[in-house]
């Protein structure tokens, strides 16, 4: 089936940007780029709006979607203390609620593909309910050496053997040791040498906050003084959290690196020379003090490649990638007191192009290319706080936020327009999403 989006502008990622163009899809797959041909009755016009690819959001947490605004103004231990203990009240049902709450707000924000770390396997429900693209990774935790790692390999696999029977067409399954703190080396090494896992990619988190940089390097802060109360035995490697991670085998071409705000010139050779991909989360590193990644030497280090995420809800607090691409440029801009480091091309590539090769993708989504699927999005350009929108990169950037989101496409559907779910219905969500809210605040009080 042909289906033709058109609008004042088209911006492909892999060419020039077309003005008065369409789109031309034909069973899911992009088959044309060009300024608008003869008019068609299977046609979609945007008038004044910027067709351009699907926004890849290469990290995030959609079951952590109902916890938003749960947990303000906390340090990082603090934080994500408070979040373990938080998530023993949700069952599985909340899980998905909270979910589905998150995948609502990505196709509404223009959000097609999505790298989604997961404890309690809701993220794929919720995914396959909304007709998303992506990965779901599969998280595990192992720090205490009196729990055996063989046990903690075992659940991994089975977990990742339910997700990947379950994850339809347009969803991939990984793992995703959650980070330098919650796994020790024995659980890095069992995952090694354990051949299920041969080749299944990864997502860590790596290198986030200063605490875990003093755990790694030092052997001291927050982290090493909650091993000791806990009596868990942890011998600091005295490296970096990047060094550390790389010197587990952690590190490839199908490795996720999320964060990694606290890297130096070594550090960033490793992640270049092992093919990893680093996700850079912006908003989430600063809300929980966590610090400002080099971005800009990250941009100036050749072969690296480079996602954006949004990190999840409860550390943004909001999933929207215009936001993030937004704050990722300024604020770095204010770091390196420069304007000529980091450009608006370079934050809208991570989030389509680059999050796409970052993620392993990129033979399928992340431009408007013909053979690729057709997954594309179209932005209003007519608010008052875009118009004159004169370039539309640059109104997309500089001005744009979720909510000029008109339409989003995944393989050819269409998902949301003018603010209507075309596939599912939201309202049950919300309704659901409400409930949670109650239990949520009646935890808050426990
Ligand atoms: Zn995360």
Same mark, same amino acid.
């Given at each position: 089936?042909?289906?033709?989006?058109?609008?004042?502008?088209?911006?492909?990622?892999?060419?020039?940007?077309?003005?008065?163009?369409?789109?031309?899809?034909?069973?899911?797959?992009?088959?044309?780029? =060009? &300024?608008?041909?003869?008019?068609?009755? %299977?046609?979609?016009?945007?008038?004044?709006?910027?067709?351009?690819? $699907?926004?890849?959001?290469?990290?995030?947490?959609?079951?952590?979607?109902?916890?938003? $605004?749960?947990?303000?103004?906390?340090?990082?231990?603090?934080?994500?203390?408070?979040?373990?203990?938080?998530?023993?009240?949700?069952?599985?049902?909340?899980?998905?609620?909270? @979910?589905?709450?998150?995948?609502?707000?990505?196709?509404?924000?223009?959000?097609?593909?999505?790298?989604?770390?997961?404890?309690?396997?809701?993220?794929? %429900?919720?995914?396959?309910?909304?007709?998303?693209?992506?990965?779901?990774?599969?998280?595990?935790?192992?720090?205490?050496?009196?729990? &055996?790692?063989?046990?903690?390999?075992? %659940?991994?696999?089975? #977990?990742?053997?339910?997700?990947?029977?379950?994850?339809?067409?347009?969803?991939?399954?990984?793992?995703?040791?959650? @980070?330098?703190?919650?796994?020790?080396?024995?659980?890095?090494?069992?995952?090694?040498?354990?051949?299920?896992?041969? $080749?299944?990619?990864?997502?860590?988190?790596?290198?986030?906050?200063?605490?875990?940089?003093?755990?790694?390097?030092?052997?001291?802060?927050?982290?090493?003084?909650?091993?000791?109360? =806990?009596?868990?035995?942890?011998?600091?490697?005295?490296?970096?959290?990047?060094?550390?991670?790389? %010197?587990?085998?952690?590190?490839?071409? #199908?490795?996720?690196?999320?964060?990694?705000?606290?890297?130096?010139?070594?550090?960033?050779?490793?992640?270049?020379?092992?093919?990893?991909?680093?996700?850079?989360? &912006? #908003?989430?590193?600063?809300?929980?003090?966590?610090?400002?990644?080099?971005?800009?030497?990250?941009?100036?280090?050749?072969?690296?490649?480079?996602?954006? $995420?949004?990190?999840?809800?409860?550390?943004?607090?909001?999933?929207?990638?215009?936001?993030?691409? =937004?704050?990722?440029?300024?604020?770095?801009?204010?770091?390196?007191?420069?304007?000529?480091?980091?450009?608006?091309?370079?934050?809208?590539?991570?989030?389509?192009?680059?999050?796409?090769?970052?993620?392993?993708?990129?033979?399928?989504?992340?431009?408007?290319?013909?053979?690729?699927?057709?997954?594309?999005?179209?932005?209003?350009?007519? @608010?008052?706080?875009?118009? &004159?929108?004169?370039?539309?990169?640059?109104?997309?950037?500089?001005?744009?936020?979720?909510?000029?989101?008109?339409?989003?496409?995944?393989?050819?559907?269409?998902?949301?327009?003018?603010?209507?779910?075309?596939?599912?219905?939201?309202?049950?969500?919300?309704?659901?999403?409400?409930?949670?809210? #109650?239990?949520?605040?009646?935890?808050?009080?426990?």
């Amino acid at each position: 089936m042909i289906k033709t989006f058109s609008a004042a502008w088209v911006l492909p990622m892999d060419g020039q940007l077309i003005e008065n163009g369409e789109v031309v899809t034909e069973d899911g797959i992009i088959v044309d780029i =060009r &300024p608008i041909a003869t008019p068609s009755k %299977d046609r979609t016009h945007l008038s004044n709006a910027v067709i351009l690819p $699907g926004l890849i959001n290469a990290h995030t947490h959609l079951e952590y979607t109902a916890l938003r $605004g749960f947990l303000e103004d906390v340090s990082f231990f603090t934080w994500i203390r408070t979040l373990n203990r938080t998530k023993a009240h949700f069952t599985a049902e909340d899980w998905v609620v909270s @979910a589905k709450l998150g995948a609502l707000e990505c196709l509404a924000s223009g959000i097609t593909t999505i790298g989604d770390n997961t404890d309690s396997g809701a993220s794929m %429900d919720a995914t396959l309910w909304a007709g998303l693209r992506g990965r779901i990774y599969q998280e595990f935790f192992n720090i205490d050496h009196r729990t &055996p790692v063989e046990g903690t390999a075992q %659940d991994l696999f089975e #977990k990742l053997s339910a997700l990947s029977a379950r994850r339809g067409s347009r969803m991939e399954v990984g793992i995703s040791p959650h @980070a330098t703190y919650t796994i020790r080396p024995e659980m890095f090494e069992a995952i090694h040498r354990d051949r299920r896992f041969d $080749g299944v990619p990864i997502s860590i988190h790596v290198a986030e906050s200063p605490a875990e940089v003093q755990m790694t390097t030092e052997g001291a802060g927050p982290f090493a003084e909650m091993f000791e109360r =806990r009596g868990i035995v942890w011998t600091p490697p005295r490296v970096s959290p990047t060094r550390y991670v790389y %010197d587990q085998g952690a590190m490839g071409d #199908k490795t996720l690196l999320i964060h990694c705000v606290h890297q130096d010139e070594s550090d960033i050779a490793l992640a270049a020379s092992s093919c990893s991909a680093i996700i850079h989360c &912006p #908003k989430s590193n600063a809300k929980l003090g966590a610090g400002i990644a080099p971005l800009d030497q990250w941009l100036k280090t050749s072969d690296l490649k480079l996602g954006i $995420g949004t990190d999840s809800a409860v550390s943004n607090n909001s999933i929207d990638l215009f936001e993030e691409m =937004r704050f990722a440029l300024l604020l770095q801009r204010g770091r390196v007191e420069s304007v000529d480091n980091v450009k608006a091309v370079d934050v809208l590539q991570m989030a389509t192009s680059g999050g796409a090769a970052a993620m392993g993708m990129d033979a399928d989504v992340g431009t408007l290319t013909p053979g690729k699927k057709a997954d594309l999005i179209a932005v209003d350009l007519s @608010a008052l706080h875009m118009a &004159p929108a004169t370039d539309p990169q640059s109104a997309l950037i500089y001005s744009g936020r979720a909510s000029d989101v008109r339409l989003t496409v995944i393989g050819g559907e269409v998902c949301y327009h003018d603010g209507i779910f075309m596939l599912v219905d939201s309202d049950e969500v919300l309704t659901e999403a409400a409930r949670l809210k #109650k239990k949520i605040s009646m935890v808050g009080n426990s």
